[in-house]
């Protein structure tokens, strides 16, 4: 089949969260599979500075009655995939990606828009038929209402379809109605039923009313979107979409994250010998300037610090869970009041904690490999990767049963010597307080502790799996 990823970022290429590692994952295994991939995104500033492209043509778009824009198309070539970026300086020669200082760009909206208009003008333009477009999250929502609208009558996309994957389901885009025109919408579907929302265009309900067929990115995600606690608001459109809505479960990419061969951690190890994670613990305990204690359980976080996140339970909780004989390492950025808490905390338990503000490669693969357990007790999580991780370093998860985590952690409450870790069910700080209690029972039942990281390690996501979804929707789609 011809498949156009449209897509805001790419792994390699620029990057912000999971739809990156999406993307930049599926493309090149969608190729492998025989499919024709193009990957159209925009021309940042650090896009072209991070690919080698050549200018190959031009084109213009139609915003609205009295508007067009003219933009260049230039085409390199990344990890074997043709990606083409739409060249628009205005728009995307800027410094950042979707804002700068910590504030998104005021014209977002109509900066992807018109992105969304110029990748169906460049397929045309390339000549290129795609038989799906796939488009992510709301940077893209707006591609569907142009495809099913726009160019209804247009015979060069007569058999293309849409895929809208929703990596995240909170972030929707909604701006003033008084947009409607700059942004091309007909006022005709200024309604709760297609774009509006509370008196305001929301671009990703839209997406979710006009692409041919919907998927996020777990079986468990897809089920919460259709209820009014984990919908964000969006309930009623997902629910006029619900047979045409589905869950792909994320893969990992097992190239960068494998403790047989990961470059970046002190020792090697695998299912079959552990004993290389030992000296990883060690190393961390030593980097961090905790007591290198081998009896000592490692509790290891990395994360973006945000609601989304659980911090609101989980610092609490680990008040209470410090005065155990246990280690703690967190490293994340954000919110600076969360930051704040966490400081706080590793201040107040200088021999057992340790915070560090900010990101950092290295140590991300170090805490993930020398730590016993690992901290992801999101509010939400459509997928999530870090507790992916840490089943292939057998580092077990302590998760909430929410989304992606739900689908990828057993825990050991239900499957007790089959469990692949820890998993509670409210926002409680008690009820985390005991989950944490458990698995430190567990970590001194030396034998149980161990299958249970056999378990874990025993498990493998791949995006050869998820393709593999993809490609049933894809044909489904015919």
């Known amino acids: 089949m011809n498949v156009v990823f449209a897509v805001s970022e790419f792994d390699g290429i620029v990057k912000t969260g999971g739809l990156a590692d999406a993307a930049g994952a599926l493309a090149p295994v969608m190729k492998a599979a025989g499919h024709q991939v193009k990957v159209i995104m925009?021309?940042?500033?650090?896009?072209?500075?991070?690919?080698?492209?050549?200018?190959?043509?031009?084109?213009?778009?139609?915003?609205?009655?009295?508007?067009?824009?003219?933009?260049?198309?230039?085409?390199g070539q990344f990890r074997g995939t043709d990606v083409y970026f739409i060249e628009y300086d205005e728009f995307f020669g800027r410094g950042g990606i979707y804002g700068e200082g910590g504030q998104g760009y005021h014209d977002n909206s109509r900066r992807f828009a018109f992105f969304s208009k110029a990748v169906l003008e460049t397929c045309?333009?390339?000549?290129?038929?795609?038989?799906?477009?796939?488009?992510?999250?709301?940077?893209?929502?707006?591609?569907?209402?142009?495809?099913?609208?726009?160019?209804?009558?247009?015979?060069?996309f007569a058999d293309?379809?849409?895929?809208?994957?929703?990596?995240?389901?909170?972030?929707?885009?909604?701006?003033?109605?008084?947009?409607?025109?700059s942004l091309g919408?007909?006022?005709?579907?200024y309604n709760p039923a297609c774009f509006e929302d509370f008196g305001m265009i929301n671009i990703l309900k839209g997406g979710i009313a006009f692409a041919d067929k919907i998927n996020t990115v777990s079986p468990q995600y897809?089920?919460?979107?259709?209820?009014?606690?984990?919908?964000?608001?969006?309930?009623?459109?997902?629910?006029?979409?619900?047979?045409?809505?589905?869950?792909?479960?994320?893969?990992?990419?097992y190239t960068q994250w494998?403790?047989?061969?990961?470059?970046?951690?002190?020792a090697h190890f695998s299912r079959a010998n552990r004993s290389g994670k030992a000296e990883?613990?060690?190393?961390?305990?030593?980097?961090?300037?905790?007591?290198?204690?081998?009896?000592?359980?490692?509790?290891?976080?990395?994360?973006?610090?945000?609601?989304?996140?659980?911090?609101?339970?989980?610092?609490?909780?680990?008040w209470r869970f410090l005065h155990s004989d246990v280690q703690v390492v967190l490293l994340g950025s954000g919110e600076p009041h969360t930051a704040a808490a966490l400081e706080e905390l590793a201040h107040a338990f200088p021999d057992k904690c340790r915070f560090y503000n900010g990101f950092e490669n290295q140590l991300a693969h170090w805490i993930e490999a020398g730590s016993d357990f690992f901290l992801m007790p999101s509010l939400f999580e459509p997928c999530g990767l870090n507790q992916i991780y840490s089943l292939k370093?057998?580092?077990l998860p302590i998760v909430r049963r929410v989304g992606g985590l739900s689908d990828t952690v057993a825990g050991f409450g239900e499957h007790h010597e089959q469990g692949t870790g820890f998993v509670f069910n409210s926002t409680d700080p008690n009820e985390l307080f005991d989950c944490l209690q458990t698995s430190l029972h567990v970590y001194y039942q030396h034998d149980l502790f161990g299958q249970m990281q056999d378990n874990a390690m025993s498990k493998s996501f791949t995006w050869e799996q998820a393709a593999d979804a993809y490609c049933s929707v894809y044909h489904s789609l015919r």
């Open 124 to 156: 045309r333009i390339l000549g290129f038929k795609p038989d799906v477009v796939h488009c992510h999250d709301w940077q893209t929502a707006l591609l569907p209402y142009y495809l099913r609208i726009d160019e209804c009558g247009n015979p060069f």
């Open 393 to 395: 370093y057998g580092t």
């Open 222 to 253: 897809a089920r919460e979107l259709l209820t009014p606690l984990g919908s964000h608001g969006l309930m009623e459109s997902f629910k006029r979409r619900e047979t045409d809505l589905s869950g792909i479960l994320n893969g990992c990419d």
């Open 160 to 181: 293309t379809k849409s895929l809208l994957t929703i990596h995240n389901a909170a972030y929707q885009q909604k701006t003033d109605e008084s947009q409607m025109e």
């Open 185 to 189: 919408i007909g006022w005709r579907y």
């Open 258 to 266: 494998n403790p047989e061969t990961d470059a970046l951690i002190p």
């Open 42 to 75: 925009p021309a940042y500033r650090a896009a072209l500075a991070k690919v080698p492209t050549d200018s190959i043509a031009g084109g213009g778009v139609r915003m609205n009655h009295n508007e067009t824009l003219w933009f260049g198309i230039r085409h």
């Open 280 to 318: 990883c613990k060690a190393a961390l305990q030593q980097r961090i300037g905790l007591p290198v204690d081998h009896h000592k359980p490692v509790y290891g976080l990395v994360s973006r610090l945000a609601e989304q996140k659980g911090f609101d339970y989980l610092i609490p909780a680990l």
